[in-house]
């Protein structure tokens, strides 16, 4: 009898700390959230103003700067620029939080209306050192476009 209540007593205690970590967590995700909503906006309207990215170099990871500047991303970069600029964004949800080595590793969604074509737009926060960075950007057509380029690092 004794066995059966400490098992139990131990099984009640490892739930109890999982869901304490399972609260801390969702809400240290929903404070990172709030605190970059204004940093994906900024960036996504910034950068489509003419597909630099030298206009956003100091938001972006080396890693993502150096394959950006690739031969084959400058043409995807091209390819960008019918889109035209920012108009609206609609919507920004994240869809993956996690903690890894200290750093705080995001991803984000972003409904995304440009001047020719509506699409979502992914982009992978990193937060080091209390500095956040991007490490990755994809644009994916909502409306079936004929086109999904990604550049990440």
Known sequence: MNIVKSVLIATVSVFSV???FIYFNSMDSQRFKEQN????SMFTQEFSVNWDIDQVSQYVT???YDK?????????LDYFRNLGSVVTIHDIKMQKYNVI????????ALKTEYEYANVYVTIMLIESNQTVKVAEFQIVPIDKAPFKKRISA
């Open 18 to 20: 999982l869901a304490i």
């Open 37 to 40: 909503k204004e940093f994906l």
């Open 62 to 64: 080396n890693d993502l």
């Open 68 to 76: 950006i500047n690739s031969p084959k991303s400058v043409r995807i």
């Open 101 to 108: 080595d200290g750093k705080k590793v995001a991803n984000f």
